[in-house]
């Protein structure tokens, strides 16, 4: 089985940023880019697999703790 890294999860709710902005923030606070950088290092694209799993039990405008159809379009 292959080796599992800690992962961390990142919530930042701040009005003054936009959807897309926190998103940035938060991507940016749980270190996705430098574990994506590290994962990367000795594997092919073929060997990497990202999965995106929204949370679609509910929605509510300006909510921090569901996900906004478009944030997921903007991240994929």
Do not use: N, Y
């Not at 992962?7 to 991507?27: E, F, H, R, W």
């Not at 880019?33 to 949370?55: C, F, H, N």
Request: aromatic share 2%; hydrophobic share 45%; glycine share 6%.
């Amino acid at each position: 089985m292959p080796e599992t890294e800690a992962c961390a999860v990142a919530v930042v709710d701040d009005s003054s940023l936009s959807a897309t902005g926190k998103l940035a923030a938060a991507l940016q606070r749980a270190d996705l880019w430098q574990t994506l950088r590290r994962t990367q290092a000795d594997r092919s694209p073929g060997q990497i697999r990202i999965v995106i799993k929204p949370e679609l039990a509910g929605f509510a405008v300006g909510s921090p703790t569901v996900t906004d159809p478009t944030l997921v379009e903007h991240l994929i």
